[in-house]
T-cell receptor, first 111, second 113 residues
Framework: GAGVSQSPSNKVTEKGKDVELRCDPISGHTALYWYRQSLGQGLEFLIYFQGNSAPDKSGLPSDRFSAERTGGSVSTLTIQRTQQEDSAVYLC?????????FGPGTRLTVL | QKEVEQDPGPLSVPEGAIVSLNCTYSNSAFQYFMWYRQYSRKGPELLMYTYSSGNKEDGRFTAQVDKSSKYISLFIRDSQPSDSATYLCAMDDNAGNNRKLIWGLGTSLGVNP
């Protein structure tokens, strides 16, 4: 079956612009996670959704970062007023219970 | 000190070699341990999942957990060029949803034909 998909695969933006990253989880998976992966930093947890609600937003690095999930399916991560330190690969994972299945990620470059 | 330590490598071995990848951790509450494999420009994929101490084998892969030493290992037998990837360990103390996995940095492995 179809796995987790993310779009765009690559995004280059200028400092100060807003960006939206999209995640389509595996159908039927109620849990959805966003991570950030930077060189030398490993995977950094950002936010967790159960259905449409986000009981754990503790990893969002600043109020420039927000995320939503609609219909218990698609999720969007928005970064406002991007900074160069936001450059990273943003990974989405979905889970039915225990195992997290990852998408290919969006590589964000802020110039 | 990070909660999970993993040598980033890179590690380079000839085809057919036995590879040993390791992570150490500091939180004695961790009891679920995972190894993920990540190919370049792809997301991580789950390779092995173990609970508590002991060994688990799947084909050429063996995962080993030593909770007394807070040390986990992944062994790859008869390594192949297709095993060239980054291997990440992850762990936590809680099963189910809202898993706050703690990740190692990943070890980059190259298997040379």
């Amino acid at each position: 079956g179809a796995g987790v998909s993310q779009s765009p695969s690559n995004k280059v933006t200028e400092k100060g612009k807003d960006v939206e990253l999209r995640c389509d989880p595996i159908s039927g998976h109620t849990a959805l996670y966003w991570y950030r992966q930077s060189l030398g930093q490993g995977l950094e947890f950002l936010i967790y959704f159960q259905g449409n609600s986000a009981p754990d937003k503790s990893g969002l690095p600043s109020d420039r970062f927000s995320a939503e999930r609609t219909g218990g399916s698609v999720s969007t991560l928005t970064i406002q007023r991007t900074q160069q330190e936001d450059s990273a690969v943003y990974l989405c994972a979905s889970s039915a219970y225990d195992t997290q299945y990852f998408g290919p990620g969006t590589r964000l470059t802020v110039l | 000190q990070k909660e999970v330590e993993q040598d980033p490598g890179p590690l380079s071995v000839p085809e057919g070699a036995i590879v040993s990848l390791n992570c150490t951790y500091s939180n004695s509450a961790f009891q679920y341990f995972m190894w993920y494999r990540q190919y370049s420009r792809k997301g991580p994929e789950l390779l092995m999942y173990t609970y508590s101490s002991g060994n688990k084998e799947d084909g050429r892969f063996t995962a080993q957990v030593d909770k007394s030493s807070k040390y986990i290992s992944l062994f790859i037998r008869d390594s192949q060029p297709s095993d060239s990837a980054t291997y990440l360990c992850a762990m936590d103390d809680n099963a189910g949803n809202n898993r706050k996995l703690i990740w190692g940095l990943g070890t980059s492995l190259g298997v040379n034909p």
